[in-house]
């Protein structure tokens, strides 16, 4: 299931030459004629851009009237949404585009609105958790967040590469997980040996031990622990400060109130596994497929 825009243009048709040339030049696209597949590794968002067949609008196979198309999974967290939106309005912008949009509450046929798009793809992503949710055989193994968790965590990972051009290469500014403790998905940051970060609120560390590892036999033996972010609170709150809607410790090498912390941590044996952001839904619309 998914959300399908058809691009027309007034004038002569997108070349495949200027449709190439415009996606090589935007960052997380893949060209492979006629398809701009963008892939963003640090949010996980995806989608498609492609160019219709032969590009012509008087042609009379069905659909070639459109010179471009685009695809957006539904069943997917609600920031998908809000990383396409600027794409689509650049594209639009850039070739004077107009639109097609079969999609109830959609557009319909002609100028594009940006938030028509948006409204449009959340009903739909809406109906897709409702369409999917009734089979009783998808109903196992849900992972979900709040719908305000995973827009934060989302716009902490997006503006990620920013951040830590601002702080510079000695504070370490990590991505935003989804993880999997005991049955329950979290929110997770991995904060390795206690060095200087630059975080928001988060439900876990994933601490990585190598200089502070606990020692046995003589040896340091690295490993990986987690902690919950306010069991970490006291012993962080002299060290850091508060900018905007992150935490930043403020220090150069641990000091030896956090090394302490970080090697007197228990090795934690919960199982903790990895999350793909696009596996991780709204709660709040799978309860109200639940519910339906």
């Known amino acids: ?51 219709s067949r032969g590009s012509k609008c008087n042609d009379s196979e069905e659909g070639a009237d459109y010179v471009a198309t685009f695809n957006l999974n539904y069943y997917r967290p609600s920031f998908f949404i809000l990383e396409a939106e600027p794409e689509v309005t650049a594209f639009v ?36 958790y409702s369409a999917i949710l009734a089979d009783a055989k998808n109903r196992t193994h849900i992972m979900h967040l709040p719908a305000d968790v995973l827009i934060r965590s989302w716009a902490w990972n997006y503006g990620k590469k920013a951040l830590q051009a601002e702080l510079g290469e000695f504070t370490f500014v990590p991505s935003i997980m989804f993880v999997n403790i005991d049955g329950k998905t979290f929110t997770a940051a991995v904060w390795p040996d206690g060095i200087p970060i630059a975080v928001p609120d988060v ?67 919960s199982a903790v596994t990895g999350l793909a952001y696009d596996r991780v839904l709204d709660r709040e619309l799978v309860e109200k497929a639940l519910l339906a």
């Not at 058809?6 to 893949?30: D, G, L, M, S």
């Not at 919950?228 to 709150?237: H, M, N, Q, S, T």
């Open 1 to 51: 299931m998914s959300y399908d825009l058809f691009f027309r243009k007034a004038a002569a048709a997108i070349t495949p030459e200027e449709f190439e040339a415009y996606f090589r030049a935007r960052p997380n696209y893949n060209v492979d004629m006629p398809q701009a597949v963008y892939t963003n590794e640090t949010t996980g968002v995806y989608f498609v851009f492609e160019l």
């Open 93 to 128: 912008g850039h070739f004077g585009l107009a639109v097609s949009d079969p999609q109830m509450h959609g557009m319909g046929e002609g100028k594009y609105d940006a938030e028509l798009f948006v409204q449009g793809w959340r009903h739909g992503n809406t109906f897709g």
């Open 203 to 269: 439900d876990y560390f994933i601490v990585t031990r190598k200089a502070l590892a606990p020692r046995k036999w003589f040896r340091r033996m690295e490993d990986r622990t987690i902690v919950a972010f306010d069991a970490a609170r006291p012993v962080l709150e002299s060290h850091w400060s508060r900018r905007n809607a992150q935490y930043v410790l403020d220090y150069d090498i641990p000091p030896d109130s956090v090394a302490a912390f970080v090697r007197g941590l228990p090795t934690v044996q």
